[in-house]
């Protein structure tokens, strides 16, 4: 093994004066990471319990997955699709039998594959629908996140994310979060689908009332409408089940899947439907350059491989019930709620107690690396691959910050 290659202390400091402003990170700098675990410039090692937004369900430099990716390194990593590769084909076989679709569309960042299904939806809406051309709209919810696209944010309702970026897409219409009412209140003739995050992650982790995707599937079965599910932050075994959606025991008929897809090596992303959605797209509709390229194909099956094989879905479940009841046991007088489902949890603090970002930043110091999200809730999402002594040891940290 080489020597490990001292890393430049002002490299922070150049990644201000030469990159854009566009993020506000914790002053920590990681230069190793194993597992649940990342390790700073002076060799301080914290426990990572927002594993990059849940694109590391599989821990950091999970070993199979790096195997898989060296081994892929010394064969073939790009070839466009303007050629076969060998790596495609299975990868997309693998992802049908875990995502229960019969098609797969690869892309490489997740706001990519939800531009993919808004294009699929729309021309479905047109082509089999019967929706007149360039009349296809989408339902979209209140405070949803799907990505940073103008297309997307110009269907978000947070300020920030818009302004200064129009003129904006057309074609969407926002529903408040949690209600099918409106949402059947919302449809026309002119309406091909509901695009809706099955939690809301960025939001706040917001679970919605029990019911809610049941009778949102039974409205879009009623009127010809598509039902959307964004699964890249609650997909991949995050919630207790492979997907979210499963807790209602609904399929909907579209779903976008990313973060963790990639195994937390590589950028990877995907689109996935059954053929009556998907055989809308002809050659030359869509593509990607480094869309299912052979790295990310291999990468991506073996990042597959780990999720089933280790059965993370039913560990988020045990370890995200025992975190949650850690957490309602401490009975904080700062925390107004604690919610989420398996291993994606949202703390509320009250606005009195100061923002989540003061909590994350007292976290830092005690190694206890989280985000804050909607500045009142840290948002705890560890790997999948943590252990019941691990959680306790977050919440050696956890109580004395919260107290
Ligand atoms: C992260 C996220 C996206 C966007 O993914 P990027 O890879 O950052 O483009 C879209 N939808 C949801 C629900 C997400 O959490």
Redesign the pocket.
């Known amino acids: 093994m080489s020597a490990p290659t001292p890393s430049d202390p002002s490299a922070p400091a150049l990644a201000a004066t030469y990159g854009a402003h566009n993020y506000h990170p914790l002053p920590v700098v990681v230069t190793h990471a194993e597992g649940v675990w990342v390790t700073d410039q002076d060799g301080r090692r914290y426990l990572d319990m927002l594993s990059s ?3 590391l369900n599989q821990g950091h430099r999970h070993p199979r997955i790096l195997a898989a990716a060296r081994e892929q390194l010394d064969r073939v990593t790009l070839t466009s699709r303007a050629f076969h590769n060998d790596q495609l084909g299975p990868f997309l076989k693998r992802l049908s039998e875990v995502s229960g679709f019969s098609r797969s569309l690869p892309m ?7 531009e993919t299904g808004l294009k699929a939806c729309r021309k479905w809406g047109h082509t089999v629908k019967g929706i007149p051309e360039g009349r296809a709209r989408i339902i979209v919810a209140a405070n ?6 103008i297309t ?1 944010v110009g269907f978000s309702t947070e300020a920030q994310y818009r302004a200064g970026f129009g003129p904006f897409t057309p074609g969407f219409d926002v529903v408040p979060y949690g209600d099918a009412a409106a949402i059947e209140a919302m449809i026309t003739p002119d309406t091909a689908a509901v695009l809706l ?1 099955p939690i ?3 939001a706040g982790v917001v679970v919605p009332p029990e019911g809610y995707l049941k009778a949102v599937r039974a409205i879009c079965t009623q009127h010809n409408v598509l039902m959307f599910l ?5 997909g991949l075994g995050r919630t207790g089940r492979m997907w979210a959606f499963e807790h209602e025991d609904i399929r909907p008929d579209c779903i ?1 899947v ?2 963790a897809l990639g195994g937390g090596v590589y ?1 990877l ?1 995907a689109f996935c439907a059954d053929d009556a959605v998907m055989n809308v797209f002809t050659p030359g509709d869509h593509g990607s350059t480094f869309g299912g390229n052979p790295m990310a194909a291999a990468i991506g099956r073996a990042a597959l491989d780990v999720i089933v094989d280790e059965q993370l879905p039913a560990k988020a479940a045990e370890l995200g019930g025992y975190f949650m009841e850690r957490l309602h046991e401490l009975h904080s007088p700062h925390v107004r709620e604690v919610r989420g489902r398996g291993l994606l949890i949202g703390v509320e603090v009250h606005e009195a107690s100061g923002t989540a970002r003061t909590f994350c930043e007292a976290l830092q110091e005690r190694g206890v690396l989280c985000k804050d999200t909607h500045g009142q809730v840290i948002r705890f999402a560890p790997p999948l691959v943590i252990t019941r002594a691990e959680i306790d040891h977050a919440m050696d940290q956890v109580a004395p910050v919260l107290a």
Do not use: L, M
């Open positions: 937004y849940s694109a490489n960042s997740g706001a990519e594959a939800v949803n996140f799907h990505g940073r696209t997307i995050e809301q992650g960025e964004d699964e890249i932050q609650t976008t990313a973060k950028p992303s």
